[in-house]
């Protein structure tokens, strides 16, 4: 089946600066991708190459098995995009500017309104319909920002950090509706440095760094293989020969009250762990399991946080 | 889609552009007229007074074409310009940039909309000069149609330059430094003749002198120039900008990283 997004061996540089050193990903139809990496490595670049916004210096960039640059009618129809940078517009009320944004995809006023109605009307703008941007909340901007990504029901909708600067309230708004457009059978391509976002809501992740992919895979797989779980379990009664029926778990700051082990999956170690403690008279006062994150998979990649 | 040409794309974006400066027409309409009704009153009535007929025209009726074309081009030029600066500034570019709107189309969808603006306010000031002391008008239609020709030269050089301009700084440059002087140089206020002979000569070098000239011709039926010259050096104008504006866009070297 013809991947949604094909990108080969894309490289960008500015100036002495290499922006994108061979970024390849690929995206099914129909999946939530996060392209997940900190601020400068790459994810804007990547995907205004594949938008248009930006010239690659060499690769390729294909959607539904169509060059973004020679077949840039039909990629760009399939494409709905909301920025990171929120744009500003000062003649004409957010009605008339989704209007506009239809226009631009072919869709006259008249095909458009019924579209307009139900965004406005979802994305709960309808009664600022009349208002300038500028009059607009920063949520509401936000929100306009989807809406117009929206206008032309494309089958792919990428989003530039669509929930960067707005409140916890607004960023659950959006990504139920996000979740719903998935549920719906859209493709979309997330960015983002919020590693809870990914994480609740990607299905595949590529992780990029200083311009390059350098982990791909399932959240929850990555967190597995690459996470630091660990059990932290403080006791008392603690005696010599524990050591050796616990020798197969790496304690990595053990002392007589307090174990901690380090491990990928705490979930399955922690019933036989605590089952030796019991059964040989060893008091247990605490259990705290640490669940690994996606931060913790790009700390052991790359040596430093994500954010 | 698929098609040659996105025609919707292409006319919504030529509203838009026509709607953006019919929504401040306090500052892009009014503004010629006013200025051309003082130029006509404070000019034309009072040198009216101590200036002879010039090639058989009252003085007020000879400075009209020049009022007609410099809210022409000046209006032309400042609509692309100052609309590709803002989209670029305010962050509205990558909307038209990421739809499926060739670069031919953007282009001409913004010299299109200057050119709109470049003729609403060569004809109304036209207007005003027929209301105000009878402009005759010796070819009308050659009239509006040269007023249309220079307002898609402007606007393509103003859309060149937009692309050009990082700044509103450097637009108002062009605007103090080159577009107010070489009008008011280009014979707006005078016939060339009454110049002796170096500054005629420096004159036939300022692009704007003929495109008055040009207009004096087909508005009051006087010249200084063969009217032919004129139309010649608007038509390569308007080319020559046309082109260098639309390669540009294609090339995507200002408006794209």
């Known amino acids: ?307 | 889609m698929d098609s040659r040409i996105n025609w919707v794309g292409l006319m919504t974006l030529i509203r838009r552009e026509v709607g953006r400066f019919f929504s401040v027409y306090r500052q892009t309409v009014l503004p010629g007229l006013i200025s051309s009704t003082l130029y006509i009153m404070v000019f034309g009535f009072t040198l009216q007074q101590r200036i002879a007929e010039i090639d058989g025209v009252s003085y007020t009726i000879f400075i009209i074409p020049g009022l007609i074309m410099m809210n022409t081009l000046t209006n032309a030029s400042a609509n692309t310009s100052s609309s590709m600066l803002q989209m670029k500034l305010l962050q509205q570019l990558p909307d038209i940039l990421t739809a499926p709107l060739s670069s031919l189309e953007i282009s001409l969808a913004y010299i299109i909309g200057g050119t709109v603006r470049g003729t609403v306010n060569g004809i109304l000031v036209m207007l005003l000069g027929i209301a105000l002391v009878g402009l005759p008008l010796h070819h009308p239609l050659m009239t509006v149609g040269f007023i249309i020709m220079v307002s898609w030269c402007f606007a393509s050089m103003g859309l060149l330059l937009g692309q050009l301009a990082d700044t509103w700084d450097q637009l108002a440059m062009l605007n103090n430094f080159f577009l107010t002087p070489l009008s008011f140089l280009g014979g707006i206020f005078y016939s060339i003749k009454m110049l002796p002979d170096w500054a005629q000569t420096i004159s036939f070098i300022n692009p704007i002198y003929y495109m008055i000239n040009g207009l004096r011709f087909t508005t009051i039926g006087v010249y200084d120039s063969p009217p032919f010259i004129s139309f010649i050096m608007a038509l390569l104008m308007t080319i020559g900008f046309s082109a260098a504006a639309i390669l540009l866009m294609q090339s995507g070297k200002k408006i794209k990283q």
């Open chain 1, 1 to 307: 089946m013809t991947p949604a997004i094909k990108i080969a061996g894309l490289t960008k540089a500015f100036g002495n600066t290499q922006a994108l050193a061979g970024v390849d990903l690929e995206i099914a139809e129909g999946q939530f991708y996060g392209l997940l990496g900190p601020n400068g490595a790459g994810k804007s670049t990547t995907i205004n190459i594949l938008t248009g916004l930006v010239r690659k210096d060499a690769g390729s960039t294909a959607v539904f098995g169509r060059d973004t640059v020679t077949d840039f009618r039909f990629t760009r129809s399939q494409l709905g995009i909301a920025a990171q940078e929120l744009s500003i517009d000062w003649f004409f009320p957010i009605e008339k500017l989704l209007a506009f944004q239809a226009g631009y995809y072919g869709i006259t006023e008249k095909q458009a309104q019924p579209r307009i109605n139900e965004l406005l009307e979802r994305l709960g703008l309808a009664k600022k319909r009349e208002s300038r941007l500028r009059h607009l909340s920063g949520g509401m901007k936000r929100r306009y920002q989807l809406a117009k990504a929206l206008i032309h029901d494309p089958k792919i909708i990428i989003l530039d950090e669509p929930t960067a600067g707005v409140d916890v309230e607004l960023r659950h708004e959006l990504w139920d509706y996000l979740r719903e457009m998935h549920q719906a059978g859209k493709t979309i391509l997330l960015t983002t440095h919020y590693i809870e976002e990914a994480e609740l809501l990607c299905e595949e992740v590529a992780i990029i760094n200083e311009g390059k992919i350098i982990k791909k895979g399932n959240p929850q797989q990555l967190t597995s293989e690459l996470g630091r779980s660990g059990i932290t379990i403080n006791i008392s009664g603690w005696k010599e020969s524990l050591n050796s029926l616990l020798a197969k778990y790496t304690c990595t700051d053990c002392d007589a009250g307090r174990l901690h082990f380090t491990m990928r999956n705490p979930e399955q170690a922690l019933p036989e762990i605590l089952k030796i403690l019991v059964t040989n008279g060893v008091h247990i006062h605490r259990v705290e399991m640490e669940k690994s994150s996606l931060e913790d998979v790009f700390l052991s990649l790359t040596g430093k946080g994500i954010s």
